[in-house]
């Protein structure tokens, strides 16, 4: 997980540098219907996020989400997660209807994929870009890694275990957002 702070932090630093801000204090309010691809699964998700922007570009707050996809590893053809991640997201303006942004979240999953106990940890990183259709609507292709940790606990009839159980996923997120609070860019969109 270091390095992906490390990635997080060289992102922000790199591209922020000399950029316009975004007003301190404003909340950010969304609705988001998104799918993702990797490898070897697919996920439909929708998510709601809340945020406020506590300094420059910086925003903090929760991200609850809902997803629903398959897996050909675990030949699961139907599977359902909840989760709830406090988010911090880095946003950087670049035209006068897109940004760059960065957002990193550590909390908890709840899922039904595995057979093993079915609330976990999950941290997520995304890098992407959003395109602003207009004032409350913005397409944003992202990549993305996520990574579960879950605990395993069976019995065989002989003895008891106990193990720790993590999946890294990673792949490309294409997501539509529904800004609720008409999210203003700074000195555009006027």
Do not use: C
């Amino acid at each position: 997980m270091k390095h992906l702070a490390i990635i997080f932090l060289l992102f922000t630093s790199i591209l922020g540098y000399g950029q316009t801000y975004f007003e301190k204090g404003k909340k950010i309010k969304n609705f988001a219907l998104s799918t993702d691809k990797s490898l070897n699964n697919s996920n439909v998700n929708f998510d709601f996020e809340y945020l406020k922007i506590i300094q420059q570009n910086l925003a903090v707050g929760l991200n609850f989400g809902l997803s629903t996809g398959w897996s050909d590893i675990l030949f699961v053809e139907d599977n359902l997660d909840f989760k709830f991640l406090p988010t911090i997201r880095y946003m950087i303006p670049q035209t006068e209807k897109s940004l760059y942004f960065a957002e990193f979240g550590v909390g908890k999953v709840y899922s039904d994929t595995y057979d093993f106990e079915k609330l976990g940890n999950q941290t997520e990183l995304k890098l992407g870009y959003a395109y602003f259709l207009n004032k409350s609507i913005a397409l944003e292709p992202n990549v993305f890694i996520k990574k579960s940790k879950f605990k395993d606990n069976g019995d065989n009839g002989y003895s008891e275990w106990s193990d720790k159980v993590s999946s890294v996923n990673y792949g490309l997120n294409i997501r539509l957002n529904l800004y609720l609070d008409k999210l203003k860019l700074p000195n555009f969109m006027k």
